[in-house]
Nanobody, 121 residues
Framework: VQLQASGGGLVQPGGSLRLSCTASGSAWANYAIGWFRQAPGKVREGVGCISAEPAHAVYADSAKGRFTISRDNANNTVHLHMNNLRPEDSAIYYC???????????????WGQGTLVTVSS
């Protein structure tokens, strides 16, 4: 499977964005898709993940209550809906694939290119 992330941009604090991770290749439905982000000078951190069907999403504490991950299997796409964005959410966001389950970071073996999110007034 190959992944491509899109949807980043500039948004004001309190605003919303929807990122998309579109996959090509076979067996898309067998993969869990995780979202990660990395801000300048900081280590990469997980944001959330959605498992293969039956889909179940988990979130980092920083994302709970503000971010939602959804699958659109018909279009081989996973969305990261981000609401109430804060300046500290500014980062390059990446999506990555792991087989079936949202597991350890090391299990995400396929990565898309990042998309930049900037939260600023």
């Amino acid at each position: 499977v190959q992944l491509q992330a899109s949807g980043g941009g500039l948004v004001q604090p309190g605003g919303s964005l929807r990122l998309s991770c579109t996959a090509s290749g076979s067996a898309w439905a067998n993969y869990a898709i995780g979202w990660f982000r990395q801000a300048p000078g900081k280590v990469r951190e997980g944001v959330g993940c959605i498992s293969a069907e039956p889909a179940h999403a988990v979130y980092a504490d920083s994302a709970k209550g503000r971010f939602t991950i959804s699958r659109d299997n018909a279009n081989n796409t996973v969305h990261l809906h981000m609401n109430n964005l804060r300046p500290e959410d500014s980062a390059i966001y990446y999506c990555a694939a792991a087989l079936k389950y949202c597991s350890a970071d090391k299990d995400f073996t396929t990565w898309g290119q990042g998309t930049l999110v900037t939260v600023s007034s």
